[in-house]
Structures are given as C-alpha cells and as structure tokens.
C-alpha cells in the first residue's frame, strides 16, 4: 500500500525553463509534508516544507503548493539548472499511528529523476 | 555545524553475520530515525528514537534493531543478515518529534551482504 505516490519516475527539463514534480498521497492524516533532493551515493538534502495550514511555500527558485482536497502536492522549481538535476523525493508525515504523538517518521514517495539539459 | 555523521561509510558482510552501523546527530537534535534506501523498494522507515526510547517503529523484522545514547547518538544492528539487506541505512536526525519537524539525513552507509 504506497501512501505517497510519485507517478513519474522522470522528468527531462531545458535550462531556465520550469521544472514540476508532482506528488500524490492517500492518508488524510498526513499534515506535514517534505521535498529533498538526492545525488547517487549520497543523503537526501531537505529542501523545502510544507504544512497542512498552507496551499504555497516559497523559497527562492522552489514553490511547493499543496491542493487538501486532491491530496497532492507539487514543487515548482524556476529557473531550472543543470545542478538541480538529481533525484526528487516527497515525504508525508502526521499523527498517523493511533495515539501516536511523534513526526519522526517520513514516508517518502519513490522518487522522480530530474534531468535538465543546458 | 557538523551535519549527521554516519559510521562506517561503506561495509561487507557476509550472510549470517551481524553488522553495527553509527549515528551522530546534528548537535542540539534529540531525535534520530533510521531509514533502508533499496532499488525495489525505495525508502523505508525502519524506526525512530527520541531522548532514548523508541517513539515509532516500521515493518521490519526483529532481526533489525536499534538504540539511542544519552548524548543522542545511535545505532542499529542487524542480525543473522540476508542478501536482501544490500542496502542503503539512512540515519536522520531533528531537533524533536513534533509537528513541524524538518529532518536532515547523513550520507549513509552502504552495506553489501554475501
């Protein structure tokens, strides 16, 4: 059962164009959620975050809007560079166990390889 | 500020044996979580202390284990291990658990199992 959902498992962008990842989740108790960015052979670097009481976030080249009534969220990143090409990973986490009081865990999606061509 | 530390970086193990993998949080997070990276699977939550206990634990077998310092650092042990344990461990680390929380990954440590 895949909570989150990345549908694309690749995307190719031309430099200083947009790039948009898109992220679908099914658990309405997720309330939090995260993008990181991963090179081969390394961790993932946060990003950016978004939670539940917002629809946008911004910070500098990279837009995460989040749409509650379709349970998807999306990170725009404008302009896009050759040094943004690496793989994309959204997360969700929230009070998903009952009683549960922690946001220590993440459930990621399976990650989208971003590709921007110079 | 150092980031997560995670020892050793890169290891080989041979089926049946058992292998300890180290975390250092960021300084000031009380808060480490272990995650498996594999192809097939992706990335996979394993477990999650805080200030030395276990807050929240994935569906792993018990042959996966892991425990938190009073200085916050941590390990996870697998025992018996398995050619299906070829993987990447992610240890994380946050500040704490609540609401909000942004988590920051080490480098992993990559265990090959023969």
């Known amino acids: 059962d895949q909570q989150v959902k990345q549908n694309s498992p690749s995307l190719s962008v031309q430099e200083g164009r947009i790039s948009i990842l898109n992220c679908d989740y099914t658990n309405s108790m997720f309330d939090y959620f995260l993008w990181y960015k991963k090179y081969p052979a390394e961790g993932p670097t946060f990003l950016i975050s978004i939670s539940s009481i917002k629809d946008k976030n911004e910070d500098g080249r990279f837009t995460v809007f989040l749409n509650k009534s379709a349970k998807h969220l999306s990170l725009h990143i404008v302009p896009s560079q050759p040094g943004d090409s690496a793989v994309y990973f959204c997360?969700?986490?929230?009070?998903?166990?009952?009683?549960?009081?922690?946001?220590?865990?993440?459930?990621f999606g399976q990650g989208t390889i971003l590709t921007v061509h110079p | 500020k150092a980031g997560v530390t995670q020892t050793p970086r890169y290891l080989i193990k041979t089926r049946g044996q058992q292998v300890t993998l180290s975390c250092s949080p960021i300084s000031g997070h009380r808060s480490v979580s272990w995650y498996q990276q594999t192809p097939g699977q992706g990335l996979q939550f394993l477990f999650e202390y805080f200030s030395e206990t276990q807050r929240n634990k994935g569906n792993f077998p018990g042959r996966f284990s892991g425990r938190q310092f009073s200085n916050s650092r941590s390990e996870m042990n697998v025992s018996t291990l398995e050619l299906g344990d070829s993987a990447l461990y992610l240890c994380?680390?946050?500040?704490?658990?609540?609401?909000?929380?942004?988590?920051?990954f080490g480098e992993g440590s990559w265990l090959t199992v023969v």
């Open positions: 997360a969700a986490s929230g009070r998903v166990e009952a009683g549960g009081t922690s946001y220590g865990k993440l459930t």
């Open positions: 994380a680390s946050s500040l704490g658990t609540g609401y909000g929380n942004t988590i920051y």
